[in-house]
């Protein structure tokens, strides 16, 4: 009782025991094993009856010049290596020990899904469009190792309740549920409060789990007609767990990797408009800082380290004047010194 | 000692020990029995000197135009069902385990305590005020079982010392400590300032225990003449933890309830203006997301996903235009999973 | 492998286990004699080449209208008091146990390191400027204890890579790097987006543990000409944890000193205008209260409560209008209880 007591004070501030639900059970990760059994339950949940691709559905129509926006994207499952570097660059310091865990990732293809376009990354593709325009998401659950259902729901779009992507019980509608080897298509709305940088994410009946893994991406929307910025860059702060990952410690990561030289080496040159999209995608709040920079937050205060909750997005905008090699990182320390940061790096005019 | 330093550590971004203060004494509500502990302490403490009703207080008046707004609630304990419908509507799943305990509530009444006015919940009643009023609030410590002062303590409008409702030992005031069986009349003006959504919530000798026990609700003050929302909620995001409620396990409640069916069912129609103001009440950050719909933050960008810290608030407002089943949740996944999440039902035109 | 597991979760939300990246190695603050083994390790760590001060570095010039705002300000390691009362002046309650630790300072000087200007304080000396001003900061390596390289790294200000004061590897540059007895001069520009209040910390090898134990200050920037306000304060909001003092328990500190009567006691007269400038400095987030008042946030909305992430600021700026004794603390309980809250004295006019 006093270790249950104590548990449950000291994960309070944590956001609780690590719980997910899969379908009809609840899992917790923190748990030896627990990821292996949420797969075998959320492998035995059973596909919701409104969940049904086959049927009639709605078909939006781009606003007047606006227009359709196709992807081709499929999620599966893959290895992923950390730290793929095997080294700090920051310090200068090699990291040791197993790096590599099975990831699960959406990978942009070709029309049809005919092939690869382009590599297998974490975060997935970032889809572009303009208020007025329609994202036809053309999604397909390629995965044979994991056998479960997964979806993609996306923030910041308009989009009728067949589209949300949400695995919600016995209301779930056709896009929450797409079973291995199945095919669904999205219809996402740009409507004038979509202008902005959002994730999407797996909401499927496992999403905590695969959300973690990896089954994450960007949707970045401008107004229509608006300057786009010389420069973007979309970056994802979460962190890789033992129990997620299988491996023996945990990862601050950006993007799926860990440590300067692995993170994403962002590059802009003086002069350029840079925009830098950086989003939580795990249970903690990170703290974007970029050094030798500031920009606006959204009330248009001068800031250059800002509080980023989970699946929130925030923009550091700026014209770039300050050539040189720059750390950024998340500013939460613990978080900054376990892989958490990287380079940027600014050549003159 | 290597304990001590590792469980310092652990809980150092929790927020560190659960430690409450109660009076001359600091418990940490992580050990067992620490509940019953911090009652009796608190039933200990002595009425400070300044903190009598009964001397000539202010009586602040209402603008020119403004009016007083008065109500009558009381504080008492009583037992609360975190699950009532013993299921989880969204993952049609059912919830075994007690799920009940003895929370503290704030209760409206009618005039003069003459009779409840209205159920006993988790948040207490909204109270409602115009910019240029003056809430009048006749407050009574009702409770027959906890034996200690509570009051109440008001975020956002202007008040005298007097009615602060926060106890502060040997400088308490006279609103702020309220022992059991005692009234006492709280005055809190309206000021250009307060307009907004705020929450109140015990500030007396126990103030952290009793605040999370349910000592809590909102006050919604609205510009002078300005449109009021055809649809407003109040949702407040809270963890129940087992020392708060002696129960096996945590639950992350909405208003006092953990998960969809026993949250609020949030409805509207299409058309309509709605708000829906989000108020954290405990030690954690949360995130609130609503599928389908997005707002604008305080600087006018657009969102649908915004942290919200203790005892902070943020408004997601917009006009319906989305019929559906909907889901909003925290969306820190470990609280989402954990109950904190229910359903928005929205009607066609 | 479960015990693993488990600690990986719960230490989750908090940041992850709480690893210090010194030079060439990982350290976990969490372990016992952590931080003297990280002192050991930082000890060690070599000049890195391009980090040499004798070089020929750039000197920023004032825009016309500005001028050079000279500090000179040394680091150094001294007893600190976290609770020197001995008292809660709150909760009226006694302090006992040691409260005293080895912290880690900036001390402002007088021309030339001459003497000591001002106290040794918690945090170091406000630095203030000017849009279009240059500071100026003479830095001294001034402890002859801990025997490792410490800098200066601002936050708001722009500089060349020089002057950035972060340790970074083989790349460090030369305010990176500031060696026991040494000193180097800082130019650190106030361009327009530096209007705003911002903390200045050590960014050296060693930066986790040495900003934990105090390396920290602010730099408040006014726009040229802009109406400087009557009253202004800087609070920090962060922990001392038993790995960073040795002590026995956790200290949730403002300008580290824990408990009423120990934290700032703030001062104003109605009618004054007031600014409070809030920074997280530490892994956690916090929350700004302040009894009796509001402001508004940056979008221009209402709010007595606001989050600050680590390294984030919030100023809460407003008319002085409430004479009395009021309470300001974080909200959340657990660290308002644990000792971050203070008194803000305000007389009548």
Redesign the interface.
Known sequence: ??D???????????????????????VD????GAAKQADAIAARVERPPLARASQELPRPVPQPGGSYREYWIQARSAGWNIVPTGR???????ITGKTSFRAYLYQEMTEGFAAPKGGLNMPGPTLYGEVGDVIVCHFRNADTKLNQAVTM?P??V????EY?G?Y????TRAGGFIAPGEEFTYFWECVP????A?PYHDHGPN??LN??RGLFGAIVISQKGAKVPDVSYTLMFH?L???ITGL???F?CINGRSYAGNTPILKATAGQDVAIHVFGMD???H?F?M??H??????????????V????TITAR?TE??P????YHC????????GMAGWYDVSGP
Chains 1, 2, 3 share one sequence.
Request: net charge neutral.
């Open positions: 009782m006093a249950i007591n104590r548990r449950s004070f000291l994960s309070a501030g944590a956001g609780a025991a690590f719980l997910c639900t899969i379908g009809d059970t609840q990760l923190a748990q030896p700090d660059d920051w310090h200068g310091r090699k729901h923030h910041g308009r989009y009728n309740p949300d949400a919600m019980g016995k209301y409060g979509s202008a902005g959002w999403h905590a959300t973690f962190q767990q033992p129990p023996s410690r945990s601050q249970d903690n709040f703290d800082h050094h030798g500031r920009w606006k937050d959204t009330g248009g205060a001068n800031t250059d380290t800002t509080t909750g989970p699946s929130e700026f004047d300050n040189g090699r720059w750390l500013h939460v320390f613990s978080h900054q010194d376990a």
